[in-house]
Nanobody, 124 residues
Framework: QVQLVESGGGLVQAGGSLRLSCAAS????????MGWFRQAPAKEREFIAG????????HYADSVKGRFTISRDNAKTTVYLQMSSLKPEDTAVYYC?????????????????WGQGTQVTVSS
């Protein structure tokens, strides 16, 4: 069992930065791949970033490459999403998720646990 709680969302102006955190509980956290997804109004849930258990492998959606960075601190059982150069189209509810996998899944169906989400709103 893994429980995930996102934090750090809020309102930011276009071009600004924001860091999301995902605090995990569960003694097996270090063995899970972690991912960030987002869902905007009237849109499908979108994979945006993922990281494997030791941080040695990451994947990003094309829409956020060069702007977002995923990282993890297994000692703190926390995953981060550093977001820079934010655009209005980044506005969405952001979710973190955990997958019992040795690789980084990029589809939501392969993740086992989900956080409650945190709202990110980017104003023009």
């Amino acid at each position: 069992q893994v429980q995930l709680v996102e934090s750090g969302g809020g309102l930011v102006q276009a071009g600004g930065s924001l860091r999301l955190s995902c605090a995990a509980s569960g003694r097996t956290f270090s063995y899970y791949a972690m991912g960030w997804f987002r869902q905007a109004p009237a849109k499908e849930r979108e994979f945006i970033a993922g990281i494997n258990w030791n941080g040695g492998s990451t994947h990003y959606a094309d829409s956020v490459k060069g702007r977002f960075t995923i990282s993890r601190d297994n000692a703190k059982t926390t995953v981060y999403l550093q977001m820079s150069s934010l655009k209005p189209e980044d506005t969405a509810v952001y979710y973190c998720a955990a997958a019992g996998s040795d690789y980084v899944p990029t589809t939501f169906g392969l993740y086992d646990y989900w956080g409650q989400g945190t709202q990110v709103t980017v104003s023009s």
